[in-house]
């Protein structure tokens, strides 16, 4: 495997064979050459049959490895950091199996992170819609000015916060040196049920002395069906709204313990977990309370959001960050929040 530049992990889950498929097609068609890439696939948890029709469909060749996973691990932490012990590659690529890359993704993001040394290297991701009818919940813009081929951060560059944002930090829009993940133990942890990426990525960022970012590359196309985990997390509840907000703000915790700038990544989750409040049946005014009381904090020690033109112009940072004020906190202010509010339920 020493000749493979590049690893690809894909965590492999009862998908549609035809998206699996097309994830397929797009790694063979990368112009670097698929004898230059390794590509581990995880088949996790998967029903009967599936096994042995990813391994049909991919069978001759050589650097393609295809490997089961049966635990009680329902994320894809854990098939991710399987394929982790058994990485070979220089650099590590995430491709989820309803995915797909784009063909010159793998040769340019390696290129230019040879030439500049980079350990982590962020680049552009588009969606596409299984119908009309999914909900727009991924945004691909990123905060870079994208007249730029190539962006650098050094470590401790107050800049790394364009970093750290909802839209940048998933897995499968960035590549990492293999010796950055080797060399610091990272892993995913399995005990994160959600945001396990973003956990993952921010102790990345902290062990990075080197970023890079491609704002005009569009390497990763990413599918949004009604099975996906963000679209399909079953009814609100109040504990299962609790139980996932607490992990996410585990990713927060970690950033300011390592003292990078969370400011983007906090006021995402405060939006969320406010959207996530406001369409949650029968919550009492004692979980309310519960609520405040847990993530309040946050909203002292987080930097708040400042006026930009692309994507905070005006006065819409304040009305940010006055509607999760009012959906988490319960500020008085309630012609604001029924604005806002209005506003987002005739979105969704």
């Known amino acids: 495997m020493s000749k493979c530049i590049a690893t690809i992990i894909t965590p492999f889950h009862n998908t549609d064979l035809r998206m699996f498929r097309s ?21 996790h948890n998967s029903e009967p049959g599936y096994l042995e029709s990813v391994r049909e469909m991919t069978k001759g060749y050589d650097t393609i490895k295809v490997y089961e996973l049966n635990n009680d691990i329902r994320t894809a932490s854990s098939p991710r950091n399987f394929a982790l012990e058994k990485a070979h590659g ?21 290129e230019k ?29 990123v905060r870079f000015d994208q007249t730029k081929e190539v ?14 944002t909802l839209t940048t930090f998933t897995p ?15 892993r995913y942890n399995p005990e994160t049920v959600i945001g396990e990426d973003l956990e993952f990525n921010v102790i990345c960022v902290n062990c990075a002395d080197k970023i890079i ?24 509840t109040p504990e ?57 904090k946050y909203f002292d020690m987080v930097e708040p959001l400042e006026s930009d033109e692309k994507f905070f112009p005006g ?23 029924r604005a806002e509010r209005d506003t987002l339920l005739q979105i969704v």
């Open 23 to 43: 994830a397929f097609e797009s790694v063979r068609s990368q112009t670097i050459g698929i004898d230059s890439i390794e590509w581990i696939i995880v088949v």
């Open 113 to 141: 992170m040879e030439q500049t040394g980079a350990q982590i290297c962020k680049f552009r991701a588009e969606k596409e819609f299984e119908d009309d009818k999914v909900l727009d919940t991924y945004d691909p813009r």
């Open 240 to 296: 299962s709204v609790m139980s996932g907000t607490k992990d996410l703000f585990k990713c927060i915790d970690l950033g300011i313990n390592f003292g990078l700038d969370m400011r983007y990544l906090f006021w995402g989750f405060a939006w969320v977990l406010g959207i996530r409040l406001m369409h949650t049946p029968q919550i009492t005014d004692e979980q309310r309370a519960e609520f405040r009381e847990t993530f309040g």
């Open 315 to 337: 006065t819409k940072a304040q009305e940010h960050m006055d509607f999760c004020r009012i959906n988490v906190l319960g500020d008085a202010r309630e012609s604001i929040a």
């Open 90 to 110: 220089r650099y590590l690529f995430f491709l989820d199996s309803d995915d797909h890359m784009t063909p010159e993704c793998i040769e340019k993001v390696t």
């Open 213 to 236: 970012a491609l704002p005009q590359l569009i390497g990763y196309v990413y599918y949004i069906n009604h099975a996906s985990t963000l679209q399909s997390g079953g009814p609100l």
């Open 172 to 186: 499968w829009t960035q590549a990492l040196r293999r010796d950055l993940v080797e060399d610091n133990h990272i």
């Open 151 to 164: 962006i650098e951060y050094r470590k401790g560059d107050p800049n790394i916060k364009d970093i750290l």
